[in-house]
């Protein structure tokens, strides 16, 4: 009997431990981080080697609170001739002739409570690459900052940058 | 220290990987046998019991860095630090950062050395005592600064501010990090000695295999807690699917481990010492790689240039930036000519420079062109008709005119 009670409470103890971590494995999975797109889009290509400023297609950066993915008719203005014989751009063509709207999956997400605005770190002279890393090298775009208030306020506070707490949240 | 060439990464990835799972193992069995035979001395000092001080004598006699051993294991934490400053360039790598490790850890294999030698020479235990927990301070201490070295590699992201507070260098994961060392150096230790025990001689062999036996099982008890503590304080960006299932499956092994040893103990049976090394070197070789693992993640990808240009930017950038008059010639220019056409170079479509020329003086048939390209050189793709008003054709036409003259 006791050895059988020592069994279970070892195994009982161990097991929730064991279930906890597959359980965090499994959240860990997916898209959560990296999602895949519906269109192949390679940042590697345009922001890489055509050095193409990120400003260029995420126009609103500058100007607004969202830096904006830019419309299908600005990615058809070059692709309707270069590069149409690719499979990813014949399926942006596809779409684009359809009039469907492009669902791109969102990478970075903040809480509703949070205020944030490109524009005024843009315009404050952050540059992209401080929150969204290397991009010119990522295949597939991925989170690269946790976004945790602590990251935000070491910068705010190493900058000189306000630290009230209406200044992010709402 | 020469950056490590893209083409030799993986490979000394790899290698450093490797080099860091031998510095976890040995440190493990250095800090688990110091710390059982101070206890055992202590208890030797208490009781008076000459068993018991012999059983510490034994146990200093196979202390991992004895003779050669503690030369070598310094040489290797002294190679695994370059090799971590050259593939990760972290700013808290500082000289003094590195001198005060490395002096700390030759600090500590010196009073670990004369603690064997005083042991041997002397037959009081206060000395020794005294200076083999020295010692094993020490070697704690340096076990610290590498828990948070270990756990900032993480998180580049705060490196751009450590300059201005240094508390960012402590964190919850290198709390986490010691403790689950400490898990996983006491089964190890404890192994090592069940192991070695065939060795010591006859009168000691019972009480060694007891103790290892009974050391083993506390470590293996905090490997559970220690190993998700050290997981849900993972920074967002260190967290991998693989690496929490290489936790659990060292969890999986430690499972069966410990019941072995929890019933061999209470029935008084002896348990062999060499699976028991084995499995555990296995638990501690899973959960360094997992570590390897997270901080491959958050090296993947370029993260490293973001940490450069966040503080780099924010010097070289006035805080509010002086408007930069630009007619509007050059903002169509930037929004819609700039994708394929440098003036000095080929991207997508020819030089401007070398193009423009046939232009000069012909406004007129510049602008037709733009709003009704054609293809010419068959060496280029067709131009798109970008499908721009008369008046920012007519803007775009009297700025490329305008560039070409200043060229």
């Known amino acids: 009997m006791a050895r059988l009670l020592l069994n279970l409470g070892i195994i009982g103890y161990f097991g929730l431990f064991l279930l906890a971590a597959v359980a965090l494995g499994g959240y860990w999975t997916g898209d959560r981080q990296q999602p895949q797109q519906p269109i192949a889009f390679p940042h590697t290509v345009h922001a890489g080697t055509l050095q193409l400023a990120c400003e260029f297609c995420h126009r609103y950066a500058k100007q607004s609170r969202r830096a904006g993915v830019p419309s299908l008719t600005r990615c058809m203005s070059c692709h309707q001739t270069l590069a149409a014989e690719r499979e990813e751009i014949k399926k942006l063509t596809r779409i684009f002739e359809a009039g469907q709207p492009l669902h791109w999956n969102r990478v970075y997400r903040l809480p509703d409570f949070i205020y944030f605005s490109h524009k005024r770190h843009v315009r404050g002279g952050v540059p992209c690459a401080a929150c969204h890393g290397d991009v010119a090298r990522m295949k597939t775009v991925r989170q690269v900052r946790s976004l945790e208030m602590g990251w935000c306020l070491a910068c705010h506070r190493d900058l000189g940058a306000p630290t009230d707490c209406t200044t992010c949240h709402n | 220290m020469p950056v490590v060439p893209a083409a030799y990464l993986p490979l000394f990835t790899i290698l450093l990987g490797a080099g860091q799972l031998l510095q976890l193992l040995w440190t493990a069995a250095l800090v688990g046998g110091m710390l059982f035979s101070l206890v055992v001395l202590l208890q030797a000092q208490r009781h008076r019991d000459p068993l018991r001080m012999g059983c510490a004598r034994e146990l200093s006699r196979r202390l991992p860095a004895n003779g050669l051993f503690g030369p070598l294991y310094w040489l290797l934490a002294a190679v695994n630090l370059a090799a971590v400053y050259s593939r990760y360039r972290p700013p808290f790598l500082t000289p003094p950062f590195l001198g005060s490790a490395l002096v700390l850890l030759a600090g500590a294999l010196t ?49 751009p501010h450590l300059d201005y507070n240094p508390l960012h260098f402590l964190s919850w994961n290198a709390l986490a990090r010691l403790l689950l060392f400490l898990a996983l150096a006491l089964p190890l230790s404890g192994a090592a000695l069940l192991s070695g025990s065939q060795s010591a001689p006859p009168d000691l062999q019972p009480y060694l295999v007891r103790r290892g036996m009974l050391l083993a099982v506390p470590g293996l008890l905090l490997l559970p807690p220690g190993v998700l503590f050290v997981l849900v304080t993972l920074p967002v960006i260190a967290r991998t699917p693989l690496g929490a299932l290489l936790s659990a499956a060292a969890l ?58 966040v503080s780099a930017g924010a010097e070289q950038q006035p805080a509010v930036p002086v408007a930069q008059p630009v007619g509007p010639g050059a903002q169509l220019f930037r929004a819609h000519c700039a994708v394929c056409h440098r003036f000095d170079k080929r991207l997508v479509g020819p030089p401007l420079l070398e193009v423009l020329p046939r232009y000069r003086g012909r406004s007129d048939a510049l602008q037709q062109f733009i709003r009704q390209p054609v293809k010419r050189d068959p060496d280029y793709p067709a131009m798109p008709a970008l499908e721009l008003r008369q008046e920012e054709i007519a803007a775009l036409a009297a700025y490329l005119l305008d560039r070409l003259e200043q060229h």
């Open chain 2, 111 to 159: 009073l670990l050395f004369f603690y064997r030698r005083l042991l041997h020479r002397q037959r009081s235990a206060g000395i020794p005592l005294l200076v083999g927990t020295a010692g094993l301070l020490l070697l704690l201490g340096t076990l610290v600064l590498f828990a948070c070295g270990g756990a900032a590699l993480l998180n580049p992201e705060y490196w």
């Open chain 2, 252 to 309: 999986l092994v430690a499972l069966p481990l410990c019941l072995q040893l929890c019933h061999r103990l209470r029935e008084g049976r002896d348990l062999a010492g060499r699976p028991l090394l084995a499995a555990v070197t296995l638990i501690v070789l899973l959960v360094g790689l997992g570590d390897v693992l997270s901080r491959e993640q958050v090296w993947a990808d370029g993260t490293v240039l973001a940490r450069q240009t």
